[in-house]
């Protein structure tokens, strides 16, 4: 079993940067690839990036890709997106998740964070 909080949102001016963290419970956290979703008002949630569970691959979405950089520390049990040069529509609420990496990068996580909000004013 696997819990995940997310952290670090808030309302950020169009250009700047955001790091969100999602930290993991439980002792398999190296075991599984990590992910992050957000999903918009209105629209359906969306794949934004993955890393594997041995941070040997990273895949981002073709909307952050260049802007948002992954990364995970297993030390703390934690994964963080780097999100840098934001535009109002990353407006949304970001969901880290946990599980196999083809099936995070379908949307399907084994395990969810709450989310946590992130604002981008124009």
């Known amino acids: 079993q696997v819990q995940l909080v997310e952290s670090g949102g808030g309302l950020v001016q169009a250009g700047g940067s955001l790091r969100l963290s999602c930290a993991a419970s439980g002792s398999t956290f190296g075991s599984y690839a990590m992910g992050w979703f957000r999903q918009a008002p209105g629209k359906e949630r969306e794949f934004v990036a993955t890393?594997?569970?041995?941070?040997?691959?990273?895949y981002y979405a073709d909307s952050v890709k260049g802007r948002f950089t992954i990364s995970r520390d297993y030390a703390k049990n934690t994964v963080y997106p780097q999100m840098n040069s934001l535009k109002p529509e990353d407006t949304a609420v970001y969901y880290c998740?946990?599980?196999?990496?083809?099936?995070?990068?379908?949307?399907?996580?084994?395990?969810w964070g709450q989310g946590t909000q992130v604002t981008v004013s124009s």
């Open positions: 890393i594997s569970w041995r941070a040997a691959n990273v």
């Open positions: 998740a946990a599980g196999l990496s083809s099936s995070l990068q379908r949307g399907q996580g084994s395990y």
